[in-house]
């Protein structure tokens, strides 16, 4: 796309003298740039950008430099449109895609949205001409439009929001984004909070799961201090394990480790509490485990809400956060 827009003025010098000026406002891309010119010179007075020749060879745009025109790209003027060329593009091109690239090739002044729209209108249409000229019709009396990502004339979608003015849209525009970059500068360190205390969270998570798991195998405990009671006779102090039959198991040999500074039934013992220590702990693992989950999930709550926050939900949501005790209040200084 490129758009050159002249703004001729009439002004006067130091001395008084009348000075021509104009103001070259070049819509092209990551190119654009505003020029200011003294015309009676035809010399640059200042620019938006400043392009030295170690950027571009053809033109430089510095203080006192000559203005030159951007080279020309040796587009047709969409408004002296040959009807064979669209048949030629269209058949050559049924891609929506490749379509829209080769109109951009093709004419001056097409945005990729707008060369998009008017692929659309092509394809849909059986006459080219017409359905060209519907579409160039539409810049004469445009209805500013704004979708979530971007401004258009050329929209059919019923949810993007219309305007009577460039003006009104263009307030409601930077509005909005004034309010969306507020909301992630100040979303971004309520999202920090979020996301570390979730981090932990899942972390005490999979720890609780792992002693959960831990707990299934209490009843071995239960049973090797079983056995170890019914034959303490064979328990010598300072054995470090022994080999008994298992009376839950078919009296199959089961070997037991022992504490070499333990008697025989302390040993025993030994086995009994650690079995009614994974006994008890099943309960509160799984009440801890229930609250982190509970925890977890409203944590993602929030960070779902932060997400699509306006600036007034999040100072709500800080409050919450803040009685909730994720982030500490400011003490007033006294």
């Known amino acids: 796309l490129q758009i050159i827009i002249y703004f001729e003025f009439l ?8 000075l021509p000026l104009l103001l070259s406002a070049e819509i092209m891309g990551r190119y654009s740039n505003v020029i200011l010119i003294n015309q009676s010179t035809n010399k640059i007075i200042d620019t938006i950008k400043h392009v030295g020749m170690d950027q571009n060879r053809y033109r430089t745009l510095l203080p006192g430099a000559t ?27 049924p891609n929506r895609e490749v379509l829209a690239d080769n109109l951009l090739k093709q004419y001056q ?3 990729r949205d707008n060369a998009l729209a008017l692929a659309d209108k092509l394809h849909a249409s ?10 160039l019709a539409m810049t004469e009396n445009p209805i500013p439009t704004m979708n979530s990502n971007n401004f258009s004339i ?15 849209m263009l307030d409601v525009f930077y509005h909005t984004k004034a309010n969306r970059d507020r909301v992630q500068q100040q979303g971004g360190q309520l999202l920090h909070v979020i996301r570390k205390n979730l981090q932990r969270n ?3 998570l999979k720890k609780l799961s792992n002693e959960l798991k831990a707990t299934e195998n209490a009843d071995e405990y239960r049973i090797k201090g079983e056995v170890l009671t019914t034959y303490l006779y064979q ?15 078919n009296n199959k040999e089961i070997t037991i480790s022992l504490s070499n500074q333990l008697s025989p039934s302390q040993n025993a ?13 099943v309960t509160f693992v799984n009440e801890q485990i229930e609250l982190t989950k509970k925890e977890v999930a409203y944590l993602e709550e929030i960070q779902t809400q932060i997400e699509l926050a306006t600036p007034a939900d999040l100072d709500d949501i800080k409050t919450e956060l803040q009685q909730e005790g994720y982030i500490k209040k400011k003490q007033q200084k006294s």
Request: net charge positive; proline share 5%.
């Open 11 to 18: 002004t006067r010098n130091e001395l008084g003298d009348k």
């Open 67 to 93: 203005y030159r025109q951007p080279p020309t790209q040796n587009k047709e003027n969409p408004f002296e449109q040959d009807s064979n060329t669209f048949e030629e593009l269209i058949q050559k091109y």
């Open 109 to 111: 002044g097409i945005s």
């Open 126 to 135: 059986n006459n080219y001409v017409q359905a060209f000229n519907d579409f």
């Open 154 to 168: 050329f929209t059919d979608n019923p949810n993007d929001k219309k305007f009577s003015t460039l003006s009104e």
């Open 202 to 204: 899942k972390k005490k």
């Open 235 to 249: 328990i010598k102090r300072g054995m470090t394990k022994i080999t008994l039959p298992n009376f839950y198991d």
């Open 269 to 281: 013992q030994k086995y009994f509490k650690k079995y009614q220590k994974l006994k008890n702990a």
